[in-house]
Structure formats: C-alpha cells, structure tokens
C-alpha cells in the first residue's frame, strides 16, 4: 500500500456518488498526502454539483472534477493517470451509475481500494480496508502515521471534518482510542474540532433544514414503536423548495426517537428506483441493505432499490422487520 503512495507520479483519486463530507475529506487528506510526496493528483466525483454550500466548506472541494468518461480519456495536462484511488467506497458500482465509465476506471492500473466498510467487494487491485475504523478519514491518517509524514493545514482540517461527522461527533459506536488519537494527531497538524469539521457536522441549508423538517413530520413508526421511517420524495422537495440532494441528517434524526431500535429513510431516485439509508441501535442490518445489492456497516448501511418509492418501502421494511425478529 505504501509503496504504491509513494510510487505514485499521476494518480486519479474518486468517492462514491453520493458525496459527504468523509468519502470527500478523505479524498483531499490523500491528496494531500501524495503532493507532500511530489505527485500531481487529480480528484473525481460522480457529481460535484451534490457539494452543497455547506460541504464546500471543506477546504479543497473546489478541485474536483466531474467524473466523466471525458475527463478519464482526456486527463488535465494530458498526462496519463498512474493510479486510481478508490476511497471510502465499497464496491466500483457506487462510483458511477455510467458503466462506461466504470469502464474506463477498470482500465486505470493499479487500481487501489481504501475504505473502512465491511461489505467492501475487494475490488481493488490492492485493497487497504480497515472494517473497524470509524471513517474513511481514519484509515487515511493510519497511512499517514505508517508513513511517518505530515500534511498541509488544509488536508489535516479536512481529515479532521471527515472524521467528525461519520462519527457525529465521536458518538458512534466504532469511535475507539484509536479514532481519538487520529483527532488529536490531525489537530496538532492543523486541524480543529470545531469551525469546518462542526460546520459539516451540525450546518445545513434553508433548504436542507426544510426538507428535514418535511421529512420529520411524516415519519412513521412501526405499531411496536421499534422501527420509524419516513419518505423523501421529488414532491416533499420540490415544495419545500429543495432537492433530494438536500437531504441531510435524516436517519441521524430519526434515531433520536426514544424507542426506536432501527430506521429507515426512503429517498426517491426516480420513477423506479428509490435509495434508501438504514440504521441501527444494536440488531445488524447490514445484510437487510445487501439483500438489495447496497452495504455498508453492521449498524449503518444503505442500497439503491430498484422499485417504486412505495413498493420499495414495503419491500425493505419486510426485510427489516424479519432482521429485527430473527426470521
């Protein structure tokens, strides 16, 4: 793993395309990594118009590109990418839905897979996954200790936003000492616990705070009381004046509900494909997700149904509920 950071001259650097602040904070941190080491990288993501005005407050979200066959064809420069790092994704199928570009990414060797979920495909040519961190951007700091190097202010503050907020603030479950170290080693090199990394973790938009409302108040829950869920639809948005690409901290809300033991939000895709994002307080339901080709972490996870947003809510909370009940 190592000697492919430190051989690296012109690597491409992609997340997957659904941006948030740890897969696009650890991007940067990596980045930041290898131009201490003298490479020119490039970062990539599905849909960086998805950066909204509060993860743009990352420092370096500015520089990525739009993650095109166009742009793996014709890199910036003309010069050819060496390697490609695949960072905080799971499988290649969650960097783009264009398989001509997952095409073209599979043609880009070495290819190296850095992620911390434990549905990881260990796609990667070589594949650095580390299933107990609590985020991506703690793997990146594992490196960054092996290496023995440092990083710019900008890539420590940008690990640091990573890994507060895939850890809501050190909250989670998979926060060890291990995580606090890699808080404390990144805010001696620049990095802070509040300003960006506290920003990306409780600062949403007008809109975005709408449509959390929105969503809120039409959550259900189940007869038990032990599963809440709700529906965000292109409809809930559009009256709120949002997006569904606003939606921010939904199932985190949501298990703030006293009782609840699991939740479910359903995002509408389209007309036939609805995404939904799960999580728990104890029971795992990582294999309720993969029983619809997503993952992610026993206790958080998430796929992309191809149904109707009503029909896949029946379908998941089926599956859910025979998960929490041991059927």
């Given at each position: 793993?190592?000697?492919?950071i ?122 650095y ?18 290496m023995?190097c440092g ?5 420590a ?22 995580t ?23 600062v949403?938009?007008?809109e975005?705070?709408?449509?959390l ?27 709120v ?7 921010q901290g ?44 997503g993952?992610g972490?026993a ?29």
């Open positions: 793993m190592v000697a492919h430190r051989r690296a001259r012109r690597p491409l650097i992609v997340s997957h395309r659904n941006p948030d602040p740890d897969s696009l904070g650890s991007a940067i941190g990596l980045a930041a990594i290898l131009e201490a080491l003298g490479a020119s990288p490039v970062l990539a993501v599905n849909q960086p118009e998805n950066i909204d005005a509060v993860m743009a407050s990352i420092p370096g979200t500015e520089r990525f590109h739009a993650l095109t066959t166009d742009l793996l064809a014709s890199p910036p420069d003309a010069r050819p990418f060496d390697v490609l790092f695949s960072v905080d994704t799971a499988s290649m199928g969650l960097l783009s839905a264009d398989e001509d570009v997952r095409t073209a990414l599979r043609a880009i060797r070495p290819i190296v897979n850095i992620d911390h979920h434990v549905t990881n495909e260990r796609y990667g040519d070589v594949n996954v580390v299933a107990d961190a609590a985020a991506a951007a703690e793997v990146i700091w594992m490196l960054l200790s092996t023995g990083v710019s202010r900008d890539g503050i940008a690990l640091q936003a990573g890994l507060v907020a895939d850890t809501l603030g050190f909250q989670t479950k998979e926060t060890s000492p291990r606090l170290r890699a808080a404390a080693a990144l805010q001696a090199m620049g990095g802070a616990t509040a300003g960006v990394p506290r920003r990306v973790l409780n949403r938009t007008f975005a705070s709408r449509l409302g929105a969503a809120l108040a039409a959550a259900v829950r189940s007869e038990d009381g032990r599963v809440v869920w709700t529906q965000v639809s292109e409809r809930m948005a559009a009256d004046g949002a997006r569904i690409a606003d939606s939904i199932p985190n809300a949501l298990q703030d509900v006293a009782d609840a033991v699991a939740v479910a939000v359903f995002y509408e895709v389209d007309a036939s494909r609805t995404r939904v994002s799960l999580r728990s307080q104890g029971p795992r339901i990582d294999g309720v997700a993969a029983a619809f080709g993952g972490h206790l958080a996870a998430g796929a992309t149904v191809d149904a109707p947003l009503d029909i896949a809510t029946e379908q998941v909370l089926t599956r859910l509920d025979e998960a929490l009940n041991g059927r």
